[in-house]
């Protein structure tokens, strides 16, 4: 579906007007997911994180979770990055994150405490080029899911070399030491995290594109097929804020 923000000139000097030609959608059908995993495979190469492989895909048995969305970030209908994201609560915690970071994250959990864990956030390398601005307009969407889903939490799972940026632009704070993460043996993760309620309203200020309706919202994480495990954690019945635009912290890359 097509953005729901206004553009921001002064956020995105060389990106207001690409804003106007993106288009977010729900992977699900299995061509789409075939063009995901495609991609994926040709950033990771490019970056020097994965070793050539025949079937030239990359993909996880995390894809078809039940508390996962995978994100394509369309400009001009062609695909250009993408991200997945998975909404982790005491009854569904589901993700590669809850692995290399159980201990921190399950006693959380157990509380009742909702994160938004974004992942696999890839962009095509061509793309890349052309369109620099793309990592702010696809984090965005981790934004809009903490708003949808009243998350505590922003997760970034993120190799080592790119805490300065969440640090600066999300305001996320590093939990833990770096540690091995599967599918990269050259390259170790961290645990970044943003307290939303806390730092929701500065970001906004600063980066106004994060702003969505809550028709966005809704036409963003409706499955066309609905999943076994709910979708909404029972959290949202009691909402902070639901007519204030949305925000999120941070994105794994």
Same mark, same amino acid.
């Given at each position: 579906?097509?953005?729901?923000?206004?553009?921001?000139?002064?956020?995105?000097?060389?990106?207001?007007?690409?804003?106007?030609?993106?288009?977010?959608?729900?992977?699900?059908?299995?061509?789409?997911?075939?063009?995901?995993?495609?991609?994926?495979?040709?950033?990771?190469?490019?970056?020097?994180?994965?070793?050539?492989?025949?079937?030239?895909?990359?993909?996880?048995?995390?894809?078809?979770?039940?508390?996962?969305?995978?994100?394509?970030?369309?400009?001009?209908?062609?695909?250009?990055?993408?991200?997945?994201?998975?909404?982790?609560?005491?009854?569904?915690?589901?993700?590669?994150?809850?692995?290399?970071?159980?201990?921190?994250?399950? $006693?959380? +959990?157990?509380?009742?405490?909702? =994160? @938004?864990?974004?992942?696999? !956030?890839? &962009? #095509?390398?061509?793309?890349?080029?052309?369109?620099?601005?793309? $990592?702010? +307009?696809?984090?965005?969407?981790? =934004? @809009?899911?903490?708003?949808? !889903?009243? &998350? #505590?939490?922003?997760?970034?799972?993120?190799?080592?070399?790119?805490?300065?940026?969440?640090?600066?632009?999300?305001?996320?704070?590093?939990?833990?030491?770096?540690?091995?993460?599967?599918?990269?043996?050259?390259?170790?993760?961290?645990?970044?995290?943003?307290?939303?309620?806390?730092?929701?309203?500065?970001?906004?200020?600063?980066?106004?594109?994060?702003?969505?309706?809550?028709?966005?919202?809704?036409?963003?994480?409706?499955?066309?097929?609905?999943?076994?495990?709910?979708?909404?954690?029972?959290?949202?019945?009691?909402?902070?804020?639901?007519?204030?635009?949305?925000?999120?912290?941070?994105?794994?890359?």
């Amino acid at each position: 579906m097509k953005s729901g923000a206004e553009p921001s000139a002064a956020l995105l000097p060389r990106g207001a007007a690409l804003f106007d030609r993106i288009d977010y959608r729900l992977i699900e059908t299995p061509e789409d997911k075939d063009n995901l995993y495609l991609m994926r495979y040709r950033a990771y190469l490019q970056a020097g994180l994965i070793p050539p492989s025949e079937s030239q895909r990359v993909t996880d048995r995390f894809d078809d979770a039940p508390n996962v969305w995978n994100f394509g970030v369309y400009v001009d209908d062609e695909l250009c990055s993408s991200v997945r994201i998975h909404v982790l609560t005491a009854e569904c915690r589901m993700s590669y994150t809850t692995e290399v970071f159980g201990d921190v994250l399950h $006693p959380r +959990l157990d509380r009742g405490e909702v =994160f @938004v864990d974004p992942c696999r !956030f890839v &962009a #095509d390398p061509e793309m890349q080029q052309r369109f620099p601005e793309l $990592p702010y +307009l696809t984090v965005r969407l981790p =934004f @809009v899911a903490c708003e949808h !889903f009243n &998350a #505590d939490v922003g997760l970034s799972m993120v190799r080592t070399d790119h805490q300065a940026f969440y640090r600066r632009v999300f305001l996320s704070e590093t939990l833990t030491e770096p540690r091995s993460f599967p599918g990269w043996p050259t390259k170790k993760a961290v645990l970044m995290a943003s307290d939303y309620p806390k730092v929701r309203e500065k970001i906004l200020t600063r980066f106004p594109i994060m702003r969505s309706s809550a028709f966005e919202r809704r036409m963003l994480f409706t499955r066309s097929i609905p999943r076994q495990a709910a979708t909404r954690p029972a959290l949202l019945t009691t909402p902070r804020n639901r007519d204030v635009a949305a925000l999120a912290v941070g994105s794994a890359y």
